[in-house]
């Protein structure tokens, strides 16, 4: 045996594998329009690599639908949307970026949410201070709700 098996010569493996398989690059063709536009532009603009951002977005829209649809295979074989992904490269790839930059709209939306929770949970609190009196006079619930996150 002339070949030493390290974690490198797996790696360059996976990857020749991979490529011989798909007969190159990612087949973004497979996507709407408007996600290949967005694929081809992250990758332009920030050299992200064109498979890390394609799977990133197969990713996010999995994160978008969720549990709100299922696929039914057959009689009581219900499968979700949900995927789960390992992007395999390299170290300095640019594997992180893409999947960040998919996430992004998510992350965002969590954080108002919660800042917006956050500020209905003070003003509960607040309530909670006055008296029934106090609250009835500012026009408020005479027992306030705690929000719900």
């Not at 920030?46 to 649809?69: E, K, R, W």
């Not at 995927?83 to 954080?111: C, W």
């Not at 800042?115 to 009835?136: D, N, T």
Request: aromatic share 8%; net charge negative.
């Amino acid at each position: 045996m002339s070949d030493k098996i390290t974690p490198q010569l797996v790696l360059d493996k996976a990857i020749d594998h991979c490529t011989a398989i798909t007969g190159g690059g990612f087949p973004i063709s497979l996507y709407p329009s408007k996600i290949q536009r967005i694929i081809r532009e992250v990758n332009d603009c920030y050299g992200f690599p064109v498979d890390y951002v394609a799977a990133a977005m197969l990713v996010a829209v999995s994160v978008a639908i969720g549990n709100t649809h299922l696929a039914r295979m057959k009689e009581g074989w219900d499968e979700s949307a949900i995927l789960y992904m390992a992007l395999i490269g390299r170290p300095g790839a640019n594997k992180s970026h893409p999947l960040s930059f998919a996430m992004r709209p998510f992350v965002e939306q969590d954080y108002e949410q919660n800042r917006i929770y956050e500020k209905q949970y003070l003003e509960y609190l607040e309530q909670l201070e006055m008296s029934r009196k106090e609250r009835a006079e500012k026009g408020i619930e005479v027992c306030p709700r705690e929000p719900v996150r």
